[in-house]
């Protein structure tokens, strides 16, 4: 209800168009009923303001957006041929490593029935161990050696003999096979391959002390570990074994004996052109046919 | 909000933004720079803000950085309203208005311009501007009142 006490806010409201149509009638009445408030009203009214629509934003091409969310790029001239060369480049790359991976091939193989397995069996063997390598990575994850399939130069076969039974043999075609032997019978076991790293990520600090020449020579051994390493390498050298390859033979062995820890004995027992490291409770077998 | 509703926007809020910041600011360039920065405030939260929202979203970062900011900043010189009040020979009344609104305090000129210009309700400018709906009522009528006063002070304009 319009009052003496209330009116002004009423003029107020009024003036801000806050009041609903029935308090606007209300106040309309108060007014009539005291006209000397109508000049008040009416100064109330006046300080109501309305926008200038003339005044506009002159800049709002600036502001607009691309629809959809297109950004446009300008991707200067040498990013491009760089891209371009880069990709080049990779195709240059898996090439020349697509044809390296024709000449190497890594695996492990789990081997059953024999402990030294003929050609023809292993390249049976091969063939299977192809598509049972994700099975054999999980049984067997025992990660050796590699060498390499080129050059003409005697086969070398290394085997490990554990006193578990299973035996191990490492091939200069890049080819480890693990046989089960109990007590010197061979027993049949699932055969199972696994591709792993090839020579250049095997370790080598470990050459020096396990060099494969210990399983080629009958030579005597220094008890001075500088004057034995030495002696090994002299007779190493002397291996008439391709250069590349006998690299990466190093490697395999070196990479075998890191695997077992520790070499504890050798001992020419295979045949005249073998010889056997003690590793630990295995034994190293390597033979030159 | 996607892209086209944030154009839509920029047509038809960026005047009403740029005038509103114009009284507030006193500087045409600062409103300039008032509308650029709460049309680039909206782009980046356009994801959060509804369409239905914008226009109030707009009025309240443009408040806080005209009223707030400049505030802070430098006192408002208040270019719009001449020195020269009502006289017989200057019966633009419009002028006579703007000087009245430079009488103002900055809170209340906004909020003056925001009831006036826009048409918002007490609410409505109590979540722009961050007052509860009765300050807005009190500060609003204060106004009123101080611009009553001034136009009633100017011989004979009533």
């Known amino acids: 209800m319009v009052t003496w006490e209330n009116y002004e806010e009423y003029l107020m409201m009024q003036a801000d168009g806050e009041l609903s149509p029935a308090e606007a009638q209300e106040l309309q009445a108060f007014v009539t009923l005291h006209p000397e408030l109508r000049k008040e009203m009416a100064a109330y009214e006046l300080t109501k303001f309305a926008p200038d629509t003339a005044q506009l934003y002159g800049d709002k091409q600036s502001l607009l957006k691309p629809v959809g969310d297109v950004r446009m790029f300008v991707i200067p001239k040498w990013v491009k041929y760089g891209i371009a060369a880069g990709l080049l480049l990779l195709v240059a790359v898996g090439l020349f490593r697509a044809s390296l991976e024709k000449e190497r091939k890594v695996q492990i193989v789990g081997v059953g029935k024999q402990d030294r397995p003929n050609r023809e069996t292993v390249a049976a063997k091969e063939h299977q161990v192809d598509t049972n390598r994700a099975a054999a990575h999980a049984a067997n994850p025992v990660v050796i050696s590699a060498t390499d399939r080129a050059g003409a130069h005697p086969k070398v076969f290394a085997r490990v003999a554990k006193k578990s039974g299973r035996i191990m043999s490492v091939r200069n075609d890049a080819t480890l096979e693990v046989a089960s032997n109990n007590d010197g019978r061979a027993q049949q076991q699932q055969m199972s391959a696994l591709t792993i790293a090839g020579p250049s990520r095997l370790p080598v600090d470990a050459l020096e002390l396990y060099t494969p020449a210990l399983a080629l020579s009958d030579a005597p051994v220094p008890n001075n570990p500088v004057q034995r390493s030495s002696a090994m390498r002299v007779l190493w050298d002397k291996v008439p074994i391709a250069k590349r390859n006998k690299k990466q033979l190093e490697n395999a062995a070196g990479f075998v004996a890191r695997t077992f820890r520790d070499v504890t004995s050798t001992n020419n027992d295979a045949d005249d052109k073998g010889i056997s490291l003690r590793i630990k409770n295995n034994q190293l077998l390597i033979s030159v046919n | ?158």
């Open chain 2, 1 to 158: 909000m996607e892209a086209n509703d944030y154009n839509h926007c920029v047509g038809e809020w960026a005047d009403a933004l740029f005038r509103f910041a114009c009284k507030c600011t006193g500087q045409a360039a600062d409103a300039h720079d008032v509308v650029q920065s709460s049309f680039a405030v909206l782009w980046q939260k356009r994801k959060d803000v509804e369409p239905a929202k914008a226009k109030a979203f707009l009025f309240q970062v443009a408040y806080r950085q005209s009223v707030d900011n400049y505030r802070k900043r430098v006192k408002v010189t208040y270019n719009d309203a001449p020195e020269g009040a009502y006289t017989p020979a200057n019966p633009d009344l419009k002028k006579i208005l703007d000087r009245a609104l430079a009488q103002l305090d900055d809170q209340s000129r906004a909020l003056v311009l925001l009831k006036d210009y826009e048409g918002y309700h007490y609410d409505e400018i109590g979540q722009i501007t961050g007052l509860t709906e009765t300050q807005v009522k009190v500060y609003l009528h204060r106004a009123r009142k101080t611009l009553k006063a001034y136009l009633v002070s100017v011989e004979n304009i009533l």
